[in-house]
């Protein structure tokens, strides 16, 4: 129970509420409630002479989440008649120094452990209340009015179904790997199929996709560096291959990801412009490149919904662009992708699960995004604890203590070597 927080545990494990009716809000101050709960007991429980932990820690993706985005974001809002979205602001802003400041003040592998059991609670939550609901969209049904039934659970959007589980299969993938306890492997192995599987349910493209793109570049920058891990992995995709083409056939199974996904239908297949998307990118931005002050400072936070706008965007890169304008968005892209490259160089040199977790979930949420708008989100637990792994960077990116102690003693045994008599008697140096 020490390797978890229950605070931050309960943070993330509350907004799969976020869609029951009327409470939906609720569940998201009661998340951010629960978060600065944990950091005032962190507070307390610290000694007097360790509130230096937050000197030289701050990056500029830091500052720049914790200043620029939500303060420019309140300028904009106090313009706008809608006290909700200043509101929001405000909770972004609360939200992200929280974030801060737990990052700074305990262990970022505690908080991973905690997201971890969270994401677990969720997925067997779901599995055991909705097994009827999994069932029916698995069988590939239809509404007369709404299409296909797509799987929903606790009223969540379908690509929020998609956003949630195809990061938390990468997570899953990733601890897999890393585990030696063979019950421990084939457990996270399960949590990562049904995960999988409710992207499919819930017809989730780019979840699904972006779950793929993820767990191919952790294969790719871990997997295949290791020739015993590379091994397993090899023969676990040709049993898994084999075992679904033996049973399902391939061409059944085409056709079935063919209908599930929808690839052909007139809505939803490859000439449908991406659902309506692009038709509805080329209006927002000709919106946006019509205004000077909106394409330098945005419209502030949560200004680019559907409520305000009157159709979807489900681009982060773009809603980003209307919340917070041109230079903030290549900014925040920039910042994103540096961090990214430099999570994975470390974890070429230093193979370590929250490592990979990061680098998996920062490749997820770069390719999802182009069909998504949770990149910079407070809502759900998976943006939350991006958001996270974006603050806590620097302190997933230091090595581990094993590794510490191990250049500790390689350090000391040069210097052994260097000054211990030779065998000749003579001293090495």
Sequence with gaps: MSQIRIPLFLSFYVLIFLAVPAYGNAFQLLSLALIVMQNIAT?????????????????????????????????????????????????????????????????????????????????????????????????????????????????????????????????????????????????????????????????????????????????????????????????????????????????????????????????????????????????LLHTIFSSVPLVLLGNGLRTGSEEVLGYDIDNSYLNLLYEIGLPSTVIFVMLLLVITNKLRKALLQESDVLKAVAVGLLVFMLCESFVARYLLSIGNPLSLFVLYCMLGARNILKPSFDTVVIKQVSRYEAILQRYMPASDGTHSS
């Excluded at 937050?54 to 809608?82: C, D, G, R, Y």
């Excluded at 509101?87 to 972004?92: D, T």
């Excluded at 990733?174 to 192995?189: P, S």
Aim: overall charge positive; some cysteine; aromatic content about 16%.
């Design 43 to 283: 507070f307390i429980s610290l000694r007097r002479n360790k509130f230096n932990t937050f000197k030289h820690n701050q990056t500029f993706l830091a500052i720049f989440l914790m200043a620029m985005v939500p303060l420019q974001s309140l300028f904009n809002n106090f313009f706008n008649l809608e006290l909700y979205y200043v509101e929001y602001s405000i909770l972004f802003l609360v939200s992200v120094l929280s974030i801060y400041i737990a990052v700074n003040t305990i262990e970022f592998r505690v908080i991973f452990n905690s997201f971890l059991c969270a994401a677990i609670a969720i997925t067997l939550t779901i599995l055991f209340t909705n097994t009827d609901l999994l069932s029916e969209t698995l069988s590939v049904t239809y509404d007369p009015v709404n299409g296909l039934n797509r799987f929903v659970p606790f009223g969540l959007h379908p690509n929020l179904v998609g956003h949630l589980f195809g990061g938390f299969a990468i997570m899953f993938f990733c601890v897999m790997l890393y585990r030696k306890n063979l019950t421990h492997k084939l457990f996270f192995a399960a949590m990562m199929f049904v995960s999988l599987i409710y992207c499919v349910a819930a017809s989730s493209r780019g979840g699904f996709l972006g779950a793929i793109l993820g767990i191919g570049t952790i294969c790719v920058t871990v997997v295949w560096q290791d020739r015993r891990k590379r091994k397993y992995f090899l023969l676990f995709l040709v049993l898994a291959l084999i075992a679904v083409l033996s049973t399902q056939g391939a061409e059944k199974l085409t056709t079935y990801l063919s209908s599930i996904f929808e690839y052909g239908s007139k809505d939803r297949g490859v000439d449908s412009g991406l659902t309506g998307r692009t038709a509805n990118w080329d209006k």
